[in-house]
């Protein structure tokens, strides 16, 4: 049986019509008497004599031209030759965020899930189901299955994501399951709102384009936040309101025209932490209509640095959000850091100097043993191996994190960390322990930013909302190319055409001799 | 219609002939009879019988013989015109028309026996034998009568054509003939007529304006072509136009036939002259 993939094509089946119109209504000939028409008769013959294609031409230009304007309306139509053996059916569902959009009171995937219920319904005893989710990630639901129900249930399963699809990802799974299967024909169709059918792959369009606005970008400061707002349809006016920590701050009325976008800045509080901006008046897609995103803080923390010691202020350079600041032992204070670090001997790290909880001995001593590290986030990762040391001052407060036998040589509290002997005593700089061991302090005191992030619901991505919600109306796209299988005619067909279109190329052209200048006779 | 100015100046002009004139009555003709013109011929013995007066005594008085003064006898010669009457003339009729009057002015002065036939598809239009300058009224009358039309298959009128006597033949004619004219002159001459080809063509046909596309209808047959008149186009038409008149031409050529292209486009009485002067037809 013939069926075509694309029929939404066969308007061009009106061309070859089109191509007859324009013969008849072709130029006209003003008529002039002659005394007589011998020379010209002459003429013209000699000039056909010339052209040995002109007869040809003249007889054969209209049919082929007909011909190649109807291959093409077919080959455009993607007709197919099918059978109806049982064989195998991969079905791609799009699960993108845009198949949530609604219309006339029913969401595209649902209605994607409609029209695969058509069609297994159409499928002959024994067909074998593969189901494959096409989210930002390619799943197989369903492998190979001929029980219906099973088959019906994987469908219904199926939920959008906030996402894209990858169904380029899914059409090459796909691919690779039909490569699989020579002996026995399978059928890839996929049901999309925006897949467009390519040959051997047939296509089932969701959904008809609507209305729909969306939350596009959200960024928030302290103090401000500003949301760009997206419209994919028609002029509109959106009330767009902004919340800070759950609370309603601002709401702001914007003209959008069609397919533009509009930007809004809402003032929120200096101690907001998360932002959310919506669009009051509902439209088909409701999940690109709000958005949250985290208030950014200025990232750059301050570390005030007494003493001059290089292997130190490079272990600190690796982050960085650090802005190194040194300073003299006896002013830390007047400098306006986050973290404070100095003195050589112990080493301190502390956000407040003036509040320290650790005490160390006035004279130095060897230490009591081989240097051992406690577990706790100051030691995470360090192992001490072949770490010496020559002499320290053993602390006393906070907790432990490095031993010497019984004395504690570093320890911490939450907002300080300190370390028990010059650091120039040791080898520790030598040894990659030494960055792990700034690190860890400077992660104890001094989180980075994103750590504190709250969570928050990021808009739908740009081109979920754009394409797909507004897809154009190519509904009904192909429910016949559904039940396509077999072998596709397509490339055939333009074959066909391209053959017709050299043939007519040939015809057409001027003798090579006379290329300027088109023949007297026709 | 010529005009007297022109006419006047035609006087002054005689249609040379190649051939003698043979038979019919007096003329101006030199035949190939001897007899009583003032031209000298050749001498021959007296016979009895032969009138003393043309016995030249000088020669007697040298010779002692008698001898008798021979002159040529001057006899009319038939002039017979050719007109192309078919429908492919009608564009450049009047030129043609003019032509014929002015070569029959010229045998009609020059004393020879006129007549003209209108070569036509349904049966030529000949006119009676003209004679004598006051004849020339009744030529044009004659040719008020004639009107181009049909279709022209000039070979076949012209070996139709009978009432030929021997003598001058003046065809006129645009020769618009599939095969050339050369069968029609063969024919002609082998009726023992010395002839001459005029040409007369529009200057349509010489150098034709056209642009566009034209359905050309043939004004004898009513046959259509259609046409792109494009640059090549015209350029086919003015390289077949220059092989057909080279065609007449060696065609007239070969048969020591005086050929002249008549140009319809331009004034007749100042281009005749010339024209049929170079051509050797006077």
Redesign the interface.
Known sequence: MLTFAAPQFAWFLLLPAGIVVLYLLR??????????????????R??AANKPLQRLRKNILLPVQFLAALVLALALMQPNLTGREASRTVMIFDLSASMQTVSAGKNRLDEAKDRAEELLQGLPPGEEVTILAAGAEVRQTLTGSTDREDIRQAIRNLVCGREGADLERAITLAEAIRREETDRGTRIVVFSDSYTPKAGIAGIHAGRGEENRGVYTLTAEEGSAYARICNFGGDCRVTVACEADGKLCEAKETEIPAGETAGVLFTIPENAVKVAVYIREADALAADNRAEAPVERSTVRTVALTGDNLFLESALRVREDLRIVRTSEELPAETQADLYIYGNSPLLFSRDPSKTVFTWGETEKEPAGSLTAEESPMTDGLTLRDVALRACKPLTGGKAAIRAGNDVLAAYTDSEAAIGFRLQDSNLPLKYDFPVLVQNILNMLLPRSAEEVPETEAPVSREESDVRTVASDTEGADSAAAGSRGQDLTGILMGVFLALLMIEFILAREPWS?R??????? | MLSDAFLSRLDTLQLAMKGRASGGAGGTRRSRQTGSSAEFSDYREYIPGDDIRRIDWNAMARFDKIFLKLFMEEQESAVTVLLDGSGSMGEKWETARQAAEAVSYLALTGGDRLRVICLQENGNRMSPQLSGRQAYARLEQFLDTCVPEGAGKLTETVMKTEGLRRGLCFLISDCYEEGGIGTALDSLRYRGQECAVIQPLSAFELDPSLDGALKLTDSENGETINLLADREALENYRRTLEDFLRDIRETCFRRETPYALLDAGKNFEEEWIPLISQSGMI
């Open positions: 130029r006209k000939y003003l008529p002039k008497q002659v005394p007589s028409t011998f020379l010209w008769r002459t003429a013209i000699d000039h006379r300027k200048g088109k023949g007297a006779a026709t």
